[in-house]
């Protein structure tokens, strides 16, 4: 079966430092991967997708970038952090099946920036 | 623009039915999914509709009308571990999944 974990669960980071979430997806191949964030009581929006190794996607224009060194590992990055990237991250996954691009997520990263 | 307009909070007791509506505007439509997500965790997926019609899966059933641009998510026999929120969201025609903000379900006794 599927799995996908995403690390680390909590951070607490100051403003201006550099951030590095990491994924994997394990048992499937090529998966579709996303990055998401969701601010408290609010949304979810999409930040990255992921169709292929070194193929990225960018939804929303930000000080956030995203990369895809291997299939099944996808990882969110920044070079430095403002106090509004604080939030539940949220990285997952897709196949294409005729029924559907059903998404599932990891466990999530909470994300404080002081 | 797309849209997705469900409900911001919905209050229910124990041991009764309740129904989550979702309406959607969107370019295009691939299907439309629900996930609930208890407070804290990520967000697990529930249902898949694509046609119109009602799917049953268990307690949890979702209802679609694609002509009206309108979902629902019906929950019957309530338990206190239904307390979560609900989301809803669109597939568009690239398949891209256009989110709706959720509904706060809270139950009680």
């Known amino acids: 079966s599927q799995t996908i974990h995403q690390w680390p669960a909590t951070l607490v980071q100051p403003v201006g430092s550099p951030l590095s979430l990491e994924c994997t997806v394990e048992?499937?191949?090529?998966?579709?991967l996303y990055w998401y964030r969701q601010a408290a009581g609010r949304g979810l929006q999409l930040l990255f997708y992921?169709?292929?190794?070194?193929?990225i996607s960018s939804e929303v224009p930000q000080n956030l970038s995203a990369s895809r060194p291997q299939d099944r590992q996808f990882i969110l990055s920044s070079k430095k952090l403002l106090l509004s990237d604080s939030g539940f991250y949220l990285c997952?996954?897709?196949?294409?099946?005729?029924?559907?691009?059903?998404?599932?997520f990891g466990e999530g990263s909470w994300l404080t920036v002081v | 623009g797309q849209n997705i307009d469900q409900p911001t909070e919905m209050t229910a007791t124990e041991g009764a039915i309740v129904q989550i509506n979702c309406t959607y505007q969107t370019s295009g439509f691939n299907g439309l999914f629900w996930y609930q997500q208890h407070a804290g965790e990520a967000p697990t997926f529930l249902s898949y509709?694509?046609l119109d019609g009602l799917e049953e899966k268990g307690r949890f059933s979702s209802f679609l009308s694609r002509s009206k641009g309108y979902s629902y998510l019906l929950l019957k026999e309530l338990q206190m571990k239904d307390s979560a929120s609900y989301l809803c969201?669109?597939?568009?025609?690239?398949?891209?999944?256009?989110w709706g903000a959720g509904t706060k379900l809270i139950i009680k006794p």
């Open positions: 997952a996954w897709s196949v294409t099946p005729e029924g559907g691009n059903t998404i599932y």
């Open positions: 509709n694509v």
């Open positions: 048992g499937t191949s090529n998966p579709n």
């Open positions: 992921s169709v292929g190794i070194g193929q």
């Open positions: 969201a669109v597939q568009d025609s690239n398949y891209q999944l256009i």
